[in-house]
């Protein structure tokens, strides 16, 4: 009898193990043949029931926690596991009066009391759940499950500061508790602590990479940043780990759209409506993103439907007006700026599109009072509005608020943007400096590392300046550069007597009316013979600068130069022009936008 008894207990300790590692069918052979041995062993029909709960046959696995109650009917674990089945099949109240028959049992039995508390929090009584998660802990204080449990039900009641706590007990028992650190960063989120957040969400991916919303959250915050491609990333992993997480589509399509990835993102847009047709704002960024492809009367449909779901999405309203402006349906069009402006009164692009449409009608009185609105909603003049209105001198560069908030955005998208300028400096360094010679270059407004890149391999010392903290970034991932400036290009290259054999300024000069400081800078920072290469955008008439309000080039607040400007003001700071060709520079929606490419040589 004992050596029978051995026995059984050697093939228990065996199914076990096989289960701990996931072996479910040799589990069951294994309970199957201690049951065929001995029909009355509970723990064996305890574990079968557990191996049937592991598959999914919750009938199963009730029957046999039932028998094993049978046999022996003051066993715990019997009653709490009975009650983990019954809950799976959602009936709850069973559930719940077989756990309390479990801690009846054993007033120790810590498992018992979470579980209850697992059961009144689904049946909507967080109260009566939070008083046995403490009882758990009263029970058992190194209880990480609990103690994040109830953190959860006290961060959704607002207690921010109390759940902190608990996660932060939970991670001291259990550093490694994923959940706890996803937990953790929703709160620290909610708190406003986005960098703390997202440390968190950092953390809960590294431990469960399998775990979709720590994915979305870390998405989210990464979005917050302004960092789309980054952000993007999380968001794929998210729909690839769950493919019916539809706000991961949404804020994907987003990403792809704002990286310039116009057929991805309307493919992401039309998987969100499959998902969800009635999600708000869906619509009308599939019709901003086709706008975007020329598909004008596609995306005004699209723009309806979202208005026909919620008309009091200003958004949609004021893409209805975009669609007609391009088809030159003016009149119409200030109509759905101005019904935007009644939901939103302070809808600075709705004021910016209409100024627009009444310079093209002739009317700039009205112009004027919707640009001097659009400053009073934005003083920080993110369109340089105020250069539009000057009637006096011309200011000598693009407003430095522009400029940041534009290439901030810029960053992100930057290396894949239709923009040619980069390879004009390239191919203009190239031709004009010795073959094989090795340069000392500074790359003067750097960007992300364009041209630098191009330029590497002729360079012994190649230096950047940026005034652009996000480009820099970019830049320097690239480890390209001996050393990267956050500065302004003509304080730099004052500062840098005779230090280069070649200046590169790829697209930057553009932002510059007044061209004199910058070429008497390069000058001053230039070896003798060295040459200075740049792109402009060309203005017809000869002798001009002029300035170009956003939306005309690509939204970058740029001014235009004339030739014979740029001639005589290089002369006057002591080059000689080696090049001054006009070549496509990029496009701007769709359409290819001319530059020149010039190249001055210092003069001996």
């Not at 001995?38 to 598959?55: F, S, T, W």
């Not at 009391?113 to 190194?142: C, F, H, S, T």
């Not at 119409?332 to 004021?351: G, H, R, T, V």
């Amino acid at each position: 009898m004992a050596e029978t008894n051995r026995k059984l207990q050697d093939q228990f300790d065996e199914a076990n193990e096989a289960m701990a590692r996931g072996d479910l069918a040799l589990a069951e052979r294994l309970c199957n043949g201690i049951l065929k041995s001995n029909p009355l062993h509970a723990d064996g029909l305890c574990l079968l029931g557990e191996i049937m709960e592991r598959q999914g046959r919750f009938d199963d696995a009730i029957s046999y926690y039932r028998l094993a109650i049978d046999i022996h009917n003051e066993v715990p674990i019997y009653f709490n596991n009975l009650g983990n089945a019954l809950s799976a099949k959602g009936q709850h109240e069973d559930a719940l009066a077989q756990y309390e028959r479990a801690v009846a049992l054993d007033a120790k039995f810590a498992v018992g009391y979470y579980n209850i508390a697992i059961e009144w929090n689904l049946m909507g009584d967080a109260q009566r759940a939070k008083e046995y998660y403490l009882e758990a802990l009263n029970v058992k204080p190194r209880y990480a499950d609990a103690h994040l449990n109830l953190g959860v039900i006290l961060r959704e009641e607002g207690a921010l500061d109390e759940a902190l706590a608990r996660f932060k007990r939970a991670l001291q028992i259990d550093p490694n508790f994923a959940l706890a650190h996803y937990n953790m960063g929703l709160a620290l989120r909610e708190q406003g602590k986005l960098e703390s957040a997202k440390f968190r969400f950092e953390r809960a991916t590294e431990l469960d990479a399998r775990y979709a919303p720590a994915h979305y959250y870390l998405g989210l915050c990464l979005w917050g940043e302004g960092k789309a491609t980054l952000a993007g990333e999380a968001f794929r992993q998210v729909t690839q780990l769950d493919p019916y997480y539809t706000m991961a589509h949404y804020y994907l399509a987003l990403a792809c759209y704002e990286q310039g990835r116009l057929a991805e993102a309307e493919s992401g847009y039309r998987k969100v409506l499959e998902l969800d047709p009635a999600l708000r704002n869906a619509h009308n960024e599939l019709g901003r993103c086709l706008l975007d492809l020329g598909r004008s009367q596609e995306a005004l449909e699209d723009f309806l439907a979202e208005l026909e779901l919620y008309p009091d999405n200003y958004y949609a309203i004021h893409n209805i007006g975009i669609v007609f402006t391009r088809e030159g349906r003016y009149e119409e069009a200030l109509e759905q700026y101005k019904d935007a402006i009644a939901l939103k009164p302070d809808y600075f692009e709705a004021f910016y599109k209409m100024a627009k449409i009444y310079l093209k009608l002739e009317q700039p009185e009205l112009a004027q009072e919707c640009f001097r609105r659009c400053l009073e909603i934005n003083p920080s003049d993110p369109f340089d509005i105020r250069l539009v209105l000057n009637s006096g001198d011309m200011p000598e560069r693009a407003s430095e608020v522009h400029m940041k908030n534009l290439y901030a955005q810029r960053a992100e998208y930057w290396d894949t943007d239709p923009y040619r300028g980069y390879q004009l400096v390239i191919d203009a360094l190239n031709r004009f400096s010795a073959p094989g010679q090795k340069l000392d270059i500074c790359d003067a407004g750097c960007g992300t590392g364009l041209v630098g890149m191009g330029i590497r391999n002729r360079a012994r010392v190649l230096d950047g300046i940026d005034f652009s903290a996000a480009m820099l970034e970019k830049a320097r991932a690239k480890g390209i550069y001996n050393h990267l400036f956050e500065d302004d290009m003509v304080a730099r290259l004052q500062r840098s007597p005779e230090r280069y054999d070649a200046i590169t300024c790829a697209a930057t000069l553009i932002h510059f009316s007044d061209l004199e400081p910058a070429f008497q800078a390069a000058y001053a920072a230039l070896k003798e013979r060295g040459i200075f290469i740049m792109t402009l955008f060309p203005n017809l008439e000869d002798e001009e600068v002029v300035y170009v309000a956003p939306d005309l080039l690509g939204e970058g607040g740029c001014f235009v130069h004339g030739t014979g400007y740029v001639r005589k003001t290089a002369a006057e700071a002591g080059f000689e022009v080696e090049q001054m060709d006009s070549e496509i520079h990029e496009y701007h929606n769709g359409v290819a936008e001319m530059g020149l490419i010039i190249t001055l040589r210092k003069k001996g």
